[in-house]
């Protein structure tokens, strides 16, 4: 059986992979490009999934299973994949914690103007910014999945209420409230923040559109901890601008790098991280682990975690 991974792995973590299902090769390549020529005998494959998997399907006619190393397959769901019996997985549980202890760093410092005391000491002036508190505020998360709840379970500990909104009405713990996405609208006016949780699907595509952010209490602040596919981004400048939201923050972008020229950089009340809120130092323990669990499975012909639904698309 062979495994590519496209991504550079030093030769500790190929061997790590090989010894997870003994009788494996495993083959790693920096890029698509550099691994289309190895893929002819390959079983299976892991790479990212917001790379085109298109041309590695049709460069593996064995290919049983492909991984992504991300949560998001949104690229990965190309006709030859939704067309061939192949099992797609992802990364889903191996970034919760770490995105959404990011996410509470990203509300905590808007919250007691972090951003603003920085620049005031890069300008050696002794100023006082007026923060808040989080304590009683109502968090809405859309999109429950793992990381909604976590961030759930952490918002909580600092006393915030939490408004979940997910596909379908189901008792959840960790939620003061529960909405169903439909009826989003009318719980937006309630939230003093809304965290935006969900995948990446054509059903999500600019869900966060000029008639969510009308609908937000004015004064309300956006934090986007999922895909950028899921925030009309103009959308969010203009509500910004007219200071219906208060701030925002976020983590991913629809250009990365972000252009040098993009009007977010200057706004004063905007927060931003260049895609890193998953990047820790175990980062790469924390996915490999989880790879090499589902190989040893794949190997054994047992079930694998985190299987896709390819036509729901998560």
Do not use: C
């Not at 252009?259 to 820790?280: E, F, G, K, R, Y």
């Amino acid at each position: 059986m062979k495994l590519v991974v496209i991504n550079k792995l030093s030769p500790a973590r190929i061997a790590a992979l090989e010894k997870a299902a003994p009788g494996t090769a495993v083959e790693a390549y920096a890029s698509v490009k550099e691994a289309l020529p190895h893929l002819a005998d390959a079983d299976a494959v892991a790479m990212w999934g917001f790379h085109d998997a298109e041309p590695v399907l049709l460069a593996a006619p064995r290919l049983r299973w492909v991984h992504s190393l991300s949560d998001g397959v949104e690229k990965l769901l190309t006709p030859s994949m939704m067309a061939r019996p192949v099992i797609l997985t992802n990364s889903r549980g191996v970034h919760d914690s770490t995105v959404s202890e990011h996410a509470m760093a990203l509300l905590l410092a808007w919250y007691h103007r972090l951003p603003e005391a920085v620049r005031n000491q890069d300008a050696h002036q002794w100023k006082r910014p007026k923060g808040d508190t989080i304590r009683g505020k109502k968090l809405l998360i859309a999109g429950f999945g793992g990381i909604g709840k976590a961030l759930a379970a952490k918002a909580r500990a600092f006393g915030m209420e939490i408004i979940a909104v997910k596909r379908s009405l189901t008792p959840e713990p960790l939620a003061d409230k529960v909405a169903a996405t439909e009826d989003i609208m009318t719980v937006l006016p309630e939230a003093d923040v809304i965290a935006a949780a969900l995948p990446a699907t054509a059903e999500t595509e600019k869900f966060f559109s000029a008639e969510k952010f009308d609908a937000m209490k004015e004064g309300a602040f956006f934090l986007n901890i999922a895909r950028a596919t899921v925030v009309d981004e103009e959308a969010m400048m203009d509500a910004l601008r007219s200071g219906r939201l208060a701030g925002a923050a976020m983590d991913v972008f629809s250009r990365e790098p972000l252009p040098a020229d993009h009007p977010l950089w200057d706004m004063q009340n905007v927060i931003m991280t260049p895609h890193v809120a998953s990047m820790t130092p175990d980062f790469w323990d924390r996915l490999l682990a989880l790879l090499e669990e589902n190989l040893a499975a794949f190997a054994e012909g047992a079930p694998l975690k985190n299987v896709i639904d390819k036509t729901k698309g998560y």
